[in-house]
């Protein structure tokens, strides 16, 4: 069944493209396209995307529209997802983003839109109540420093760093598996100790995980 | 037409006083024009002359010469005050005045049989007592200084109406306002009479008038002496006479009132009417008096003046010198500044002369015809008119040189304000430019790179041209970043959206150089302040990863503390000394955080030397 997807962007250009990019795949159906938050806010309630792509910095303010539109969505329209799009790879912006709760929502940089593929993979994985969080705030965030002398990172092999980066861009085991070239279990027994080292809250829930550690990383305590 | 409610004097006798070393005797004021004094002495001679006489043809009196005879000296002597008002400066309105005596010869009428003509004088009576009422509170201003004042006349003035109103409304015959004067049932009948209640009702509306008068004498008493708490030196000398006279007619007015209320005999009454003639004359006396106490304290004010200036201390206060030698610790003192012609106070603040009837008085010093000095001042100084003019004229050289420091705090005024205008501008072109970008160029960029995607996708067969088209693609992803990466450096969204930290945080993640931060920060400061710390964090960062050599450790710290934003980067590098001029300006751009800093009103050092690391310290105002 094809996903039901909402855009919100002031740039008419990116409309245009997306509107290409997403028209052609059976997949996804295209079902609204708005210039700013009021209009995909009123377009949510007539057309019932189950996942609206927005861009963060829209009219009136220009600050965090996208944001604070995602932040609504969570308590009137829970069941919809948000991806969020930014031009900035600064992790501030995905934090905030997260705050309202991971479940459902995806944080992309603009560079991504070009590849069809990913964006229909991010689509579904929020359709589906996951989360995604592009792969270069996720560097970023690793490489934040810390107010303390030495990174709390430092207690993990490189292995369980590369896993961990795996984990905060919101892949599965399976997926962190194929992509390091490891065993399932071996994955499992990595994330395990991760956890158990940073001492995080283990949850089953990739969605949660993915909040958990990138607020972990996120963390600047003075 | 001079404004309402100013009154701004100059000092032309300054010029002299300049001119002459030693303190000259200012010369007189041209004060009011001679033909002015002349017409009041002859009118006023002719009036007392005329009162006089018509008085002491009065059927009702029992001396009537002698009653003619006061009569006229009272208005001789009302003359001799106006005259010398006049004279000196102090009044202006020659209308004023002569309505004044007019009105007061005027009341005669009262004492004559004929019934239009004691209906003119009673009606003269109530006119004048308003008019009383108004002179003794403006004086010597000349207006009316506050709500007090303002209030006791209004409601002098609607009691008149009130009371004189419904005397000539219903009285069957028309009773004497003078206490001396008694008619006793053969009173001149009320020609004005619109509304007949009986004989009594003249009698009543007597004391009611009479009881008026004391009221209002007494609330003028009474707001005289609370202006005098507040009022300056020279301001008791001028009031106290003139209160006493006041309260003293006042309170003879209410026996009278008394008395007659009470029934009390004619004669009775007649006694107290020479009390009250004889207080009568003592207001214009107490005007004499106050005159004369002013000019006594100006003398000694100018003395004081000229000694405390010739003591010669070298830093002196002008304001305070000149408040303490005139007795007024409410004056302050203004200066010019040609250049941006307005006055600005001993800081350099610009100010304002005052507007409106707020019992303050402006007096302007020059020199050589140009503004000097602006002296504020309460108006009871113009008691003594040319007072605060000669005493500007006297402290010339005192006042030049306090104008010429508050000029210099002005000029460096308007240059930090210039300055903050400056970069704040600058800033607001940064974050524009970022705008454009991000708003224009970038979102361009991503339409391309999808659309080449999109082209990419759709080329089957030729795979050379999907080659290219993937290389295209790529060139173009890595412009996207390129201008992302200019945008940042320009200003960065993150500073707009987030603040200090979160952009701090985000320079320490891009530098190639370990860099911790820290911040205690209790929330978000005006952009023109974050802008200042975050650009000059960024620069000495930067300056650290050029300079401070592999394997030195950065460090950031800003913390908010007593009203300024603290921050400091300090580095464990090889370090350079801050003395070799080199060192200094050869890539080490140092010098340029000072700018950024200081155009919002802060400071910033820089400490290093060979081999012991360098140390950035700064803070700024936390507000702007």
């Known amino acids: 069944m094809a996903v039901r997807v909402g855009v919100a962007d002031d740039s008419f250009l990116i409309r245009e493209a997306l509107t290409r990019l997403l028209g052609d795949s059976d997949e996804i159906e295209l079902v609204a396209v708005c210039a700013d938050g009021e209009e995909l806010a009123a377009a949510v309630d007539t057309c019932h995307p189950d996942v609206v792509l927005v861009d963060i910095r829209m009219p009136p303010t220009m600050t965090d529209e996208g944001i604070r539109l995602a932040a609504q969505l969570r308590r009137t329209h829970p069941e919809v997802g948000v991806i969020a799009m930014s031009a900035h790879a600064d992790p501030t912006y995905a934090l905030a983003l997260l705050e309202g709760g991971s479940e459902g929502r995806a944080y992309l940089l603009k560079d991504r839109l070009h590849s069809r593929a990913q964006l229909l993979a991010t689509i579904e994985t929020v359709a589906r109540g996951g989360s995604i969080i592009d792969p270069k705030v996720v560097e970023a965030l690793v490489h934040r420093p810390s107010s303390q002398a030495r990174s709390p990172l430092d207690v993990l092999t490189p292995r369980e760093r590369e896993i961990l980066v795996e984990m905060a861009r919101g892949a599965s085991n399976a997926a962190i598996a194929e992509t390091l070239g490891l065993t399932k279990r071996a994955v499992e027994k990595h994330i395990n100790s991760v956890f158990a080292k940073l001492d995080l809250p283990l949850s089953g829930d990739i969605s949660r995980r993915v909040r958990a550690v990138l607020l972990f990383l996120g963390r600047t305590d003075a | 037409m001079r404004p309402r409610g100013t009154r701004i004097s100059s000092s032309p006798g300054s010029d002299v006083a300049l001119r002459s070393a ?421 979102q361009r960029l991503v339409a391309l790179r999808m659309r080449l995607a999109d082209a990419e996708a759709q080329v089957v067969s030729d795979d050379e041209l999907r080659r290219s088209l993937g290389e295209l693609g790529a060139d173009t992803e890595e412009t996207i970043d390129e201008l992302r990466s200019l945008a940042h450096g320009v200003y960065p969204a993150v500073l707009v959206d987030h603040g200090l930290a979160s952009a701090l945080a985000s320079v320490a993640g891009r530098s190639p150089l370990p860099v911790r931060v820290e911040t205690a920060l209790p929330g978000r400061f005006a952009p023109a302040i974050e802008a200042a710390v975050y650009f000059c964090c960024l620069e000495a960062i930067q300056n650290a990863a050029k300079h401070a050599g592999v394997g030195a450790t950065v460090t950031v710290s800003v913390r908010a503390h007593a009203g300024r934003v603290a921050f400091e980067i300090r580095d464990d590098g090889v370090g350079f000394d801050v003395h070799d001029v080199d060192d200094v300006h050869g890539g080490h751009g140092l010098t340029n955080l000072n700018d950024r800093v200081a155009a919002v009103g802060g400071d910033v050092h820089v400490a290093s030397g060979h081999g012991a690391g360098t140390t950035v310290r700064g803070d700024v105002p936390a507000t702007t």
């Open chain 2, 22 to 442: 030693a303190f000259a005797r200012p010369r007189h004021r041209p004060a009011g024009p001679r033909p002015a004094v002349a017409q009041t002495a002859v009118l006023g001679t002719g009036l007392a002359a005329g009162a006089g006489v018509a008085v002491a043809h009065s059927p009702y009196l029992e001396h009537p010469a002698v009653h003619g005879v006061l009569y006229g000296a009272l208005i001789a002597a009302m003359t001799t005050v106006a005259c010398v008002a006049l004279y000196r400066g102090i009044e202006r309105r020659l209308w004023l005045v002569l309505l004044t005596l007019a009105l007061y010869s005027a009341t005669a009428l009262d004492t004559l049989a004929a019934p239009g003509l004691d209906a003119l004088g009673q009606i003269a009576w109530a006119a004048v007592l308003v008019v009383a009422v108004y002179i003794l509170l403006s004086f010597p201003e000349g207006r009316l200084p506050d709500q007090v004042a303002r209030g006791v006349v209004a409601a002098t003035a609607m009691g008149a109406v009130l009371v004189w109103g419904a005397l000539l409304a219903t009285a069957e015959r028309l009773p004497e306002f003078m206490p001396s004067a008694s008619c006793q049932g053969e009173c001149p009948r009320n020609p004005v009479r619109i509304v007949g209640r009986g004989a009594a009702v003249g009698d009543v509306l007597a004391v009611a008038s009479w009881s008026l008068t004391a009221g209002a004498l007494i609330a003028v008493a009474v707001a005289l002496t609370f202006r005098m708490r507040t009022a300056p030196a020279i301001g008791r000398r001028t009031t106290s006479p003139i209160l006493v006279s006041v309260l003293a007619v006042g309170a003879t007015f209410a026996a009278a009132a008394v008395a007659r209320a009470g029934g009390a005999a004619p004669a009775t009454l007649e006694r107290l009417g020479w009390f009250s003639t004889a207080t009568s004359l003592t207001i214009p006396c107490a005007f004499l008096a106050g005159m004369l106490g002013a000019r006594v304290f100006a003398g000694g004010a100018l003395e004081r003046l000229v000694a405390r200036l010739s003591a010669g201390a070298r830093d002196l206060d002008a304001r305070r010198v000149l408040a303490d030698a005139l007795g007024d610790p409410s004056l302050t003192v203004a200066f010019w500044r040609p250049q941006r012609r307005e006055y600005v106070d001993a800081g350099g603040h610009p100010v304002q002369p005052p507007a409106g009837a707020t019992g303050r008085s402006t007096t302007i010093v020059r020199q050589d015809g140009d503004p000097l000095a602006m002296i504020v001042h309460d108006a009871a100084l113009d008691a003594e008119p040319g007072l605060v003019g000669a005493a500007g004229g006297a402290a010339l050289m005192m006042l030049e040189n306090a104008r010429l420091e508050a000029d210099l705090r002005a000029s460096v005024a308007d240059l930090r304000a210039s300055r903050a205008r400056l970069a704040s501008a600058a800033d607001a072109g940064r974050r524009e430019i970022e705008r454009n970008l991000h708003d224009g160029a970038q």
